[in-house]
């Protein structure tokens, strides 16, 4: 697997379609596993970065982090996601690295992704203001300034934002569009025989 990390040694040439996925302690299982495991069938280079290198999940899965979020370097990435959960999403709204590399990577308009509670890391950023967003219900009041649809995904120019686990294909398909692999997305869900609307 190539990273894309702030020392890089020999890895390697690096794949297509950079994006990193961010865990906490508490971070909700399909939200995360889903889409990396779509996206990286799709071959784009996928890289988790955790708060710290062992995160668990909010169900008590574990899962060792390729590498730290502060290890990240933000200019070669194409996307970041943010999976909810709880308490996984308070902890990335509330670490600054995680608010640094969001804004940056809004300022050069790559995609910035968030499911279920975690689009209250992307308000405490301020990038949603105007934006249209959906989220899990529960945090909806804390998401004020953004246009609020409740929908299963929304897609607001480089923004892209789930409602809750239900949503993680879709979610998977959304990133996936926005990094030119659309069409390839859609036939894999067909051959996994995920049901789309």
Excluded: W
Aim: glycine share 10%; proline share 4%; charged share 25%.
């Amino acid at each position: 697997m190539n990273y894309f990390l702030r020392n890089k040694t020999d890895r390697g040439a690096i794949m297509a379609g950079k994006i990193v996925f961010l865990l906490a302690d508490g971070f909700e299982e399909i939200e995360a596993i889903t889409p990396i495991d779509v996206l990286r069938r799709l071959e784009f280079n996928v890289v988790v970065a955790g708060l710290r290198k062992n995160v668990q999940g909010s169900h008590g899965i574990k899962i060792e982090a390729d590498c730290l979020v502060t290890d990240i370097n933000e200019s070669e990435l194409d996307a970041v996601v943010l999976p909810g959960g709880m308490p996984g999403a308070t902890y990335l709204r509330d670490c600054p690295h995680v608010i640094e590399l969001v804004i940056r990577m809004n300022s050069r308009k790559a995609v910035v992704a968030a499911i279920c509670a975690a689009p209250i890391a992307l308000k405490k950023a301020g990038v949603i203001e105007g934006k249209t967003v959906t989220s899990h219900p529960s945090v909806k009041t804390e998401l004020a300034g953004a246009i609020h649809t409740g929908r299963l995904t929304e897609v607001d120019g480089n923004i892209i934002t789930g409602k809750g686990p239900g949503a993680a294909y879709e979610f998977a398909v959304r990133i996936a569009t926005a990094l030119g692999k659309g069409a390839k997305a859609e036939e894999l869900l067909n051959m996994m025989f995920v049901q789309r609307r």
